[in-house]
C-alpha cells in the first residue's frame, strides 16, 4: 500500500499544461533579474476555482525564489486591506537584511502602515484612519508604498504575489496600481514585480475600480490539454513504480475533461479503489469506474451546495444555459429561453459570475466553469 501521490483540494506540485504562463513569467524574471528593471504591468492570471491559480502562483514564486529574488505571499480579501497586508508580508523579509537596509525598510513600512490606517508601534491610538474620500489618501498611500519598494529592493529583486486579487479592497486596489504607475514614469530601475490571480470576474471587477487598466495584464487560464492531463496523471504514478493502462488512461481523462481539479480527484479516487497499489502494480479501468462513482457523490454534494446558494432568478439563468448543452452560449439564446430581453441578464449574470459558477467565454457568450455542472442543472431541472 502506498499513499496517494494526488492531490485534490491541495496546491499542485507540477504544473504540466502550463509552459505559456512559465514561459512568460521567466521572461519578466529576466527584466526582473538579469536587467534589475521594474515589470511594469501587474499580471492577472484568471480562472474559475479548480483550474489550478494558486499552484501555478506558488510554482511563479519558487522559481522567482530560485533565480535569486525575494518573495511576498498574500492572499488578498483580510480586513485590514491590501496594502496593510502587503506591508505585514514585506516586514517578514526584512530580518537578514543588513542592518541601515533594514532599518530603512522598517521606517517606511510603518509609514506606510500609518497611511493606509494601520497603526505602527509607535502610534498612540489605534483608532487612526484618513479620511477615504477622493484618490488624494490612495495618493499618497502610493507614494508610501513606491518608498517601501524602493527600499525593499536594496539588496535583491522583490516579487509580490496576489492570490485571490478579485477580493482586494478597491481603495488597496488603486494604491498598487497607482503606486505601480509612479515607478513606472519615473524610471523603471526598480527590480519589483507584482503577479497575481484571481477568478473569472477579477477583470471587470478591477476594471471598475481603477483607471489605468493597461497597467495590467489578464490572461485567461484554460484547462489543460490532453498531454498535461496525462502528465499530471501517469507521472506521479510512475515515480512510485505504478503503472496506469491505457483504458484507465482515457476514462479518466474522458471524466476529468481537462479540469485540473477533476484530474487530481478522479486520479486519487482510482488510486483508492485500485486497494493504494504497490509499485510493480496497475491502474485498470475498472478502479477508474469504481473511483468515478466514489468521486459522485462529493461532486453531487458540491453541486447541490452551489445550487441552493442560487436565488431563484439565477436558477432560471441556470437552466435556461443548461438547456443549450455544455458549451458557450450567446446572451440572446439565453434571453429567447427565458423570454426576457437581454438587458434583464445583466444582475443573474453578475451574480452567477460571481459565485463562480459561469463566466464570459468568447464573443459575448457564456459558459459553465465546472465541467458536468450543466448535466447536473438539467438533472435538476426534472
Ligand atoms: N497544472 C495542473 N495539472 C494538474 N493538476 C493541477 C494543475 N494545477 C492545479 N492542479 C490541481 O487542481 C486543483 C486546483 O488547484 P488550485 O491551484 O487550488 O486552483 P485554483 O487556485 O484555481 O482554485 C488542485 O487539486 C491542484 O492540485
Ligand atoms: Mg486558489
Not at 521567466?26 to 534589475?36: F, K, M, N, V, Y
Not at 498611500?141 to 478579485?166: H, S
Not at 519589483?192 to 495584464?217: D, H, K, M
Not at 464570459?360 to 426534472?382: H, K, M, Q, Y
Request: negative net charge; aromatic residues 6%.
Amino acid at each position: 500500500m502506498q499513499p496517494s501521490p494526488y492531490t485534490p483540494g491541495e496546491v499542485a506540485r507540477i504544473v504540466p499544461g502550463r509552459a505559456r504562463q512559465l514561459a512568460e513569467v521567466d521572461e519578466r524574471l529576466s527584466t526582473l533579474i538579469d536587467l534589475g528593471r521594474l515589470v511594469g504591468r501587474i499580471r492577472v492570471d484568471h480562472a474559475a476555482r479548480g483550474f489550478g491559480k494558486t499552484s501555478l502562483l506558488r510554482e511563479y514564486q519558487r522559481r522567482a525564489s530560485a533565480r535569486g529574488a525575494a518573495t511576498v505571499w498574500v492572499t488578498a480579501g483580510e480586513e485590514q486591506g491590501l496594502i496593510a497586508q502587503i506591508a505585514a508580508s514585506v516586514h517578514t523579509i526584512t530580518d537578514g537584511l543588513a542592518e541601515h537596509v533594514k532599518t530603512g525598510l522598517r521606517e517606511r513600512i510603518e509609514t506606510l502602515q500609518l497611511s493606509v490606517g494601520v497603526p505602527g508601534i509607535a502610534t498612540a491610538t489605534s483608532t487612526f484612519r484618513p479620511p477615504t474620500d477622493g484618490d488624494r489618501p490612495e495618493q499618497s498611500g502610493a507614494r508610501a508604498l513606491e518608498a517601501v519598494i524602493r527600499a525593499a529592493v536594496a539588496e535583491r529583486p522583490l516579487v509580490i504575489l496576489i492570490d485571490e486579487i478579485q477580493s482586494a479592497d478597491p481603495s488597496g486596489l488603486r494604491t498598487l496600481v497607482y503606486a505601480w504607475q509612479h515607478l513606472q514614469a519615473e524610471g523603471a530601475d526598480v527590480p519589483a514585480a507584482v503577479f497575481a490571480a484571481g477568478l473569472p470576474n477579477a477583470p471587470e471587477t478591477i476594471a471598475g475600480i481603477v483607471t489605468f487598466s493597461e497597467r495590467l495584464a489578464y490572461r485567461p487560464l484554460g484547462p489543460l490539454h490532453r498531454e498535461a492531463e496525462e502528465i499530471a496523471l501517469i507521472g506521479p504514478a510512475r515515480a512510485l513504480g505504478v503503472h496506469w493502462t491505457q483504458p484507465a488512461v482515457d476514462r479518466a481523462l474522458a471524466i476529468a475533461q481537462g479540469y485540473p481539479y477533476f484530474v487530481q480527484l478522479i486520479a486519487d479516487s482510482a488510486w483508492t479503489a485500485a486497494g493504494r497499489p504497490d509499485p510493480g502494480s496497475a491502474i485498470e479501468l475498472s478502479a477508474v469506474e469504481h473511483g468515478r462513482d466514489a468521486m459522485q457523490a462529493d461532486l453531487d454534494a458540491l453541486f447541490r451546495a452551489r445550487w441552493s446558494a442560487c436565488s431563484p432568478s439565477e436558477r432560471r439563468m441556470l437552466a435556461a444555459i443548461a438547456e443549450h448543452g455544455d458549451g458557450p452560449v450567446s446572451r440572446a439564446a439565453i434571453a429567447a429561453s427565458l423570454n426576457t430581453g437581454s438587458n434583464q441578464l445583466s444582475t443573474p449574470r453578475a451574480r452567477l459570475i460571481d459565485k463562480g459558477l459561469i463566466q464570459p467565454a468568447d464573443r459575448g457568450t457564456l459558459e459553465f466553469t465546472i465541467p458536468g455542472f450543466a448535466a447536473f442543472v438539467r438533472d435538476s431541472e426534472t
